[in-house]
């Protein structure tokens, strides 16, 4: 067995710092380089087992393309306020709206414009709306009209349930809070961008109904899921919750603020002198999930990773440098040898494109207005 004192040799001689200044350029992020590679490639005709380490166990990638496609959005809109007059983002994103219309990543399977009904996929619109919201941030007028369509259809199925929860899927009565919370904030980014009023009202109802009856009343925590059709429906779980947090923040700050200081209180833990999220409470006994991802010694690698983009998000930035330094030292000891059995497997995880866009996200942090 491989003690702390190797693990911390392995860590101080792989790694560095990487808080970088609003001035930085996209050179500065290594991430980048593989997310532009990745936009740039010609004939995309999905995603594939190398871009998403979920799809060589789930061959649909668990709406994992989507997401992947979102971050990388909010990367390229962070990198062009940072970068004003480099306009290689405006290309870039244009390529990630492509991709995220296009037919093997859209579950209507054909051009979304000739959809009349856009029915019960608040999950992926979810994240097509952040995409479409941020390529008006910086690139202009082009997808407004579906923007407009879209947003209209998330606020229309919030509405529409007592617990302000749209539904996500077809066929699935499962509801995330914090995928409510990604719809509610594409709602508020296309009122930032057009002086619209859409998110407000939906925006009070459902917090006012999170406090009245999802609040974990050991920790103060926010519940997972609203209609109770999981075992873990009423706990906390790490992954949600740093979900949650990065785009409650936008439109409702304080109470995301109260999350994340209670998140941090309950949930945030050091092993081996580095720091990571649990994805469950240390009295809950609950399993690896795919959205989890692998949970070792209590830390979920899902979990700890959103909180890093959680904690730029709220700008807390000394727990933003504790997670970085100890998901850095994973790799770090990947890039000395794979030294370590089955390490291998969670860094393929963390520098996937999904992870690659979150972390992106995370390290490019700006205010948008």
Not at 315 to 331: A, P, Q, R
């Amino acid at each position: 067995m491989i003690t702390q004192n190797v693990f911390k040799s392995v860590f101080d001689n792989s790694l560095k710092g990487f808080i970088k200044s609003k001035k930085s350029g996209s050179a500065d992020y290594h991430r980048f380089d593989k997310i532009k590679e990745f936009l740039l490639s010609k004939d995309f005709n999905g995603f594939t087992s190398e871009d998403l380490f979920i799809m060589q166990f789930i061959k649909k990638g668990w709406g994992q393309d989507i997401a992947t496609l979102s971050n990388m959005a909010e990367s390229l809109v962070n990198l062009s306020i940072k970068n004003p007059h480099d306009k290689q983002y405006l290309s870039l994103i244009d390529e990630v709206v492509k991709r995220a219309l296009h037919p093997k990543v859209n579950p209507y399977r054909k051009d979304i414009s000739k959809v009349d009904r856009l029915g019960k996929y608040g999950y992926f619109l979810e994240h097509l709306n952040i995409v479409l919201g941020s390529y008006q941030r910086i690139a202009g007028n082009k997808y407004l009209d579906l923007n407009e369509k879209i947003s209209n259809h998330l606020l229309g199925m919030s509405k529409c349930n007592s617990n302000y929860h749209a539904d996500l899927l077809p066929y699935v009565k499962m509801k995330w809070s914090a995928d409510q919370a990604a719809i509610i904030y594409s709602l508020w980014l296309f009122d930032q961008n057009n002086s619209a009023n859409l998110s407000k009202e939906i925006s009070d109802n459902w917090l006012q109904y999170m406090n009245d009856n999802c609040v974990h009343k050991s920790t103060g925590l926010y519940q997972t899921e609203v209609t109770g059709v999981k075992k873990y429906s009423r706990q906390p779980r790490g992954c949600s919750l740093a979900y949650l947090i990065h785009y409650m923040h936008r439109f409702q700050p304080k109470e995301a603020q109260k999350q994340w200081d209670l998140f941090k209180k309950h949930m945030m833990i050091d092993v081996m002198g580095y720091t990571g999220f649990r994805e469950y409470l240390k009295d809950y006994k609950g399993g690896w999930t795919p959205d989890s991802g692998p949970i070792i010694k209590g830390v979920g690698i899902a979990a700890t990773g959103l909180a890093l983009n959680a904690s730029s998000t709220i700008g807390d930035l000394k727990t933003y440098k504790k997670l970085s330094s100890g998901m850095n030292f994973v790799y770090g000891i990947i890039r000395k040898g794979n030294i370590i059995p089955g390490v291998n497997m969670v860094t393929r995880i963390g520098t996937d494109l999904l992870s690659s866009s979150i972390w992106l996200n995370a390290e490019t942090k700006i205010k948008w207005y």
